[in-house]
């Protein structure tokens, strides 16, 4: 069974950092293509970031370019997401999930695996 678990979130100051981590457990995080979502409330979900299985290249949104950079450990089976200069508008529950497939995606219906969510809140 396909499971993701999301770490790192909390309560940040406007220019602050944090980094999230997906967790896998039941598959190697490697053989699948790994997207970062948010949603913020009365938002519909967004794809953040993503990156693509075996071959390691990534995705970001124009919103968070320059800003975010996602990475993949192996060894720890986990992706991260390096959020830096957070602005109040990064404020959402963020959501890692997972595809089989080779080729990113910054559409939701794309991925099959989901884990919980973290919250990420940027406030002075």
């Known amino acids: 069974q396909l499971q993701l678990v999301e770490s790192g979130g909390g309560l940040v100051q406007p220019g602050g950092s944090l980094r999230l981590s997906c967790t896998a457990s039941?598959?190697?995080?490697?053989?699948?293509?790994i997207g970062w979502f948010r949603q913020a409330p009365g938002k519909e979900r967004e794809g953040v970031s993503c990156?693509?299985?075996?071959?390691?290249?990534?995705n970001y949104a124009d919103s968070v370019k320059g800003r975010f950079t996602i990475s993949r450990d192996n060894a720890k089976n986990t992706v991260y997401l390096q959020m830096s200069s957070l602005k109040p508008e990064d404020t959402a529950i963020y959501y890692c999930?997972?595809?089989?497939?080779?080729?990113?995606?910054?559409?939701?219906?794309?991925?099959?695996?989901w884990g919980q969510g973290t919250q990420v809140t940027v406030s002075s």
């Open positions: 039941g598959f190697t995080l490697d053989y699948y293509t």
């Open positions: 990156i693509r299985r075996s071959y390691g290249s990534t």
């Open positions: 999930a997972a595809t089989a497939g080779y080729y990113c995606s910054d559409v939701p219906l794309d991925f099959g695996s």
